[in-house]
């Protein structure tokens, strides 16, 4: 059955955390706080928080750091998923991924479906793999940032989830949490 064992134990994961935007500031950036709350709030470790501005470049270079990083496991990044002119997390992120995780993007649409409605339609919310990290991409809104969590990264991060966490799939848990 699915869900979580709590027999079993927890092994937080190694996060970061990017927000994309061209006006927060570590003040007014409400997603990335709250990303970082959940995660920290559900045992995992943050090992780095960054803000770039919307450009291609800024964000792979944050990107390209963390990927580098073998305590880095779990790369979350929030904004520059919709369709403004200054909207590039797709085009930055995609090209460093080696496979994509469809699965996300379906999950996040269904349960964005139920709190905004037919705009969910507007977000090119994703994830994928680069290197042996995995990285998601969330819309720059806290409420989608909420959606993302509740419900659906809360329970893929956390190790003790059956069947098969992301957790299994990170080098250091293969043997451990299969």
């Given at each position: ?63 390209q750091r963390w990927i580098a990083d073998p305590e ?66 969330i819309p720059g809104s ?37």
């Amino acid at each position: 059955m699915a869900g979580i064992n709590e027999s079993l134990t927890f092994y937080p994961l190694g996060t970061a955390v990017l927000t994309i935007s061209d006006t927060r500031s570590e003040e007014s950036d409400t997603s990335g706080a709250l990303l970082v709350e959940r995660l920290t709030k559900a045992g995992h470790k943050l090992l780095d928080r960054a803000i770039v501005r919307d450009d291609v470049d800024a964000i792979q270079a944050v990107l390209q750091r963390w990927i580098a990083d073998p305590e880095i496991e779990i790369i979350l990044t929030t904004g520059g998923t919709g369709f403004s002119p200054r909207d590039n997390t797709p085009e930055a992120v995609k090209p460093l991924l080696r496979r994509e995780m469809d699965g996300f993007a379906i999950a996040f649409q269904q349960k964005s479906l139920q709190t905004v409605g037919v705009a969910a339609m507007q977000s090119r919310a994703f994830a994928g793999q680069a290197g042996d990290s995995f990285i998601f991409c969330i819309p720059g809104s806290t409420g989608a940032c909420r959606d993302a969590w509740d419900g659906l990264l809360e329970l893929e991060f956390d190790s003790r989830h059956k069947p098969c966490s992301i957790a299994g799939a990170l080098p250091r848990l293969r043997d451990v949490c299969s």
